[in-house]
């Protein structure tokens, strides 16, 4: 059995509250800044600054110079139109953060609203992504948890679709958180491991640090308090390291929680004092509420009743001003333990129907089954593009294995061509050349009959000749007797 802890912070990662100041490059960058020419390297610095700058006090102005330069161009309808519409969009989504800051929901989620409108109009993904995440944030705030996950499912989806994982691990982290909220634990430790392995991966410190303190108040639930200071402990190392106040405020807080499950009160009230004095200091109403309640229950628990009821009131009193059910919810139930230790019940029971109805509001069946419901849908799509994916990867490997069978029939239709065509030729040849012989042989046939019919004509005539001649001894013997006569 999983025992909660009142007042465990978790941390809820918004895009607008990633980037820590770093005073070198902002140094640098408003030096570029005076020496652009061009308009879009100014939108490009700007919003440069508005990333790196976590001073609540200079961001207005980084925007408003950046909404200025963007308006210009889109009335002009100044090319590339899309650039300057991107960074538009992010002038309506760093305005709604800073409303947010200031606890202004409705500015804040009209600010969204339209920011996402744009980014949605020009294909702008990463910036869906932020948007989105950020509207769910504020649902959360509100207690909404349906539209919460709704919009961090949204973000992720969009997240992974472009491998984007500072998106991907702001989306595990606050899915996680609505386990947390919906009493699975487990569940939610799960994804905050996953954020943290991200979060190292892009070497993204502050999400880091956040992640870290998420694991160690899932500890601390469960009972392992060694395991939960250690994380709480990596994560004030890191905030101190970046300069994260706010997150100092928080680790502080979680430490002191820690030591109260431990059974230590004087060191759980001196690390909530700690956290509760940098809180006011940075004006963080959200965070003030959380260390009075726990310092309320701390100085009850020592029975020192009246000044945990002043820490008490001070609380409820901020938490309705923020209109958060789930900081009234906790403000009631400190309220009605000491509205029992001092007997006065009918405040007691005042405080726990406020309680009740604010936790019905948060966490009730209807709601924890629409998360549930929207996790498995959302596994089952995941699940499904998977194995499209593989699908499609081995009808690619299936189609270029049919793409080089193809090529080297090809290659063999062609080869057997060319060699039935040489084979053609040398037979035509060979069979020109066997046509000539014969007529090369027949003409010498004729030949040597001709020769051998004039030979016989020679042999004949000759022959002929020969016995018409009258012999050399007749001649003789005739001139001879011409003599004697």
Do not use: W
Not at 26 to 55: P, V, Y
Not at 258 to 273: H, I, N, P, T
Not at 404 to 417: A, D, H, L, P, S
Request: glycine residues 6%.
């Amino acid at each position: 059995m999983i025992k909660r802890v009142v007042n465990s912070i978790i941390v809820v990662l918004f895009f607008h509250a990633i980037v820590i100041a770093q005073t070198p490059r902002l140094d640098s960058l408003k030096l570029a800044l005076k020496n652009a020419k061009q308009d879009t390297s100014r939108c490009t610095i700007l919003n440069a600054l508005l990333e790196a700058e976590d001073n609540d006090a200079i961001l207005p102005d980084y925007i408003e110079q950046l909404k200025q330069l963007t308006e210009k161009n889109i009335s002009a309808n100044s090319e590339p139109k899309k650039f300057y519409l991107k960074y538009f969009a992010v002038t309506l989504f760093r305005t709604g953060s800073l409303a947010l800051e200031k606890n202004n929901i409705p500015v804040a989620l009209n600010y969204y609203r339209r920011s996402l409108k744009i980014q949605e109009e020009i294909g702008d993904k990463k910036g869906m992504a932020a948007s989105l995440n950020d509207i769910g944030g504020v649902y959360g705030l509100q207690g909404d948890i349906p539209k919460t996950l709704d919009y961090y499912h949204r973000s992720l989806k969009i997240s992974e679709e472009i491998r984007f994982k500072e998106g991907i691990s702001s989306g595990l982290n606050n899915i996680g958180i609505i386990y947390y909220g919906q009493g699975d634990s487990q569940k939610a430790l799960d994804y905050f491991y996953k954020c943290l392995k991200i979060q190292k991966e892009v070497g993204n410190k502050k999400g880091m640090a956040g992640s870290l303190n998420n694991i160690g108040t899932i500890y601390k639930d469960q009972g392992e308090i060694s395991k939960s200071l250690d994380c709480y402990q990596q994560s004030y190392t890191i905030r101190e390291e970046i300069g994260d106040k706010i997150g100092l405020a928080e680790s502080l807080h979680n430490i002191g929680g820690a030591y109260d499950v431990q059974g230590d009160k004087s060191k759980a009230l001196e690390y909530r004092f700690k956290s509760l004095k940098i809180r006011e200091e940075l004006g963080d109403k959200r965070g003030m509420v959380y260390s009075l309640n726990s310092i309320a229950n701390l100085t009850l628990k020592k029975g020192q009743t009246k000044e945990a009821l002043v820490f008490a009131n001070r609380a409820m009193e901020i938490a309705k001003e923020l209109g958060f059910p789930e900081q009234i919810k906790k403000s009631a139930k400190t309220l009605k333990l000491i509205f029992q230790k001092q007997n006065k019940y009918k405040e007691a029971f005042e405080m726990y129907a406020l309680e009740i109805k604010m936790g019905d509001s948060i966490n009730n069946r209807e709601t924890q089954k629409a998360a549930v419901k929207k996790q498995m849908q959302y596994e089952y799509e995941k699940k499904e593009l998977e194995t499209k994916a593989e699908q499609d990867k081995k009808d690619a490997i299936a189609k270029e294995e049919l793409k080089q069978k193809e090529t080297e029939r090809n290659y063999f239709i062609v080869g057997f061509g060319l060699v039935l065509v040489l084979a053609l030729f040398i037979l035509r040849g060979y069979k020109q050349k066997q046509k000539a012989n014969a007529i090369i042989l027949q003409q010498k046939h004729l030949v040597d009959e001709k020769q051998k019919e004039i030979l016989d004509s020679i042999h004949y005539a000759k022959r002929i000749q020969t016995a018409l001649m009258p012999t050399e001894k007749y001649i003789d013997k005739g001139l001879s007797n011409l003599k004697k006569g």
